[in-house]
């Protein structure tokens, strides 16, 4: 159910914005081609994606990374399709029973997009993924080399990129905070902080 949710809402916002890209194509196409190509680039990568997250959610439908009883292991196998040769470390200090499993399914998510728009767009090779939970305040953290990027001048809906703003989606999903540290040259470092609640935890003991 929560995956069926996902296609919906995420797939219906990229598919709209490709729905306007092409809107535009037309719009400019014969009048201003330098136009044209520009909204046609847009589409292009609006249209991957979809592809993306098509792909993500058929991976989670095969993967049973939440069957895991501890979250360092869930987040390997919820990173391994990506990976290649990363140097990757796991430091997440978490008990996943504490977690409903629509919490670590988001928790794996966010993690999982961190972890990939380092790759993919700052060509890390080097990640580690640090977790801690005190008191009810659970932080975690993706540090990546590479080549960075500037967080207040990131490429977002408009340039067919969805990358950050469905990662904030899902934060704020479970009422949580993003912090993100990156410099020109220098790779990137971003921190989730997230109070956990009786709708986000297993156990409200904890």
């Known amino acids: ?44 990568k609006t249209l991957k994606s979809c592809r993306d ?36 470390a796991i430091r997440f200090f978490i008990p996943r029973e504490i977690f409903s499993d629509n919490t670590a399914h988001t928790v794996l998510r966010i993690v999982r997009e961190l972890v990939v728009n380092a790759l993919r767009h ?8 640090a977790g801690s939970i005190e008191g009810r305040t659970l932080m975690f953290s993706v540090r990546a080399n590479g080549c960075g ?23 704020d999903e479970l009422g949580g905070t993003l912090e993100i540290a990156s410099t020109l040259g220098k790779g990137c470092k971003a921190i989730v902080t997230i109070e956990l609640t009786q709708d986000t935890a ?5």
Do not use: W
Request: aromatic share 4%.
């Open 1 to 44: 159910t929560h995956l069926a949710v996902e296609l919906h809402d995420s797939l219906s916002q990229t598919l709209s914005g490709l729905s306007m890209q092409i809107d535009a194509v037309k719009r400019f196409a014969g009048t201003n081609l330098e136009r044209m190509n520009q909204h046609l680039e847009i589409a292009a």
């Open 53 to 88: 997250e098509l792909r993500n959610c058929l991976l989670d439908l095969r993967s049973n990374a939440l069957e895991e009883p501890d979250m360092n292991a869930a987040i390997r196998k919820t990173l391994e399709p990506y990976l290649d040769d990363a140097d990757i």
């Open 122 to 129: 700052g060509m890390a090779d080097k990640i580690r993924i």
């Open 149 to 171: 990027f500037q967080p207040d001048n990131a490429p977002g809906i408009a340039d067919g990129h969805f990358g950050l703003q469905g990662i904030r989606e899902r934060i």
């Open 202 to 206: 297993e156990d409200t003991n904890v």
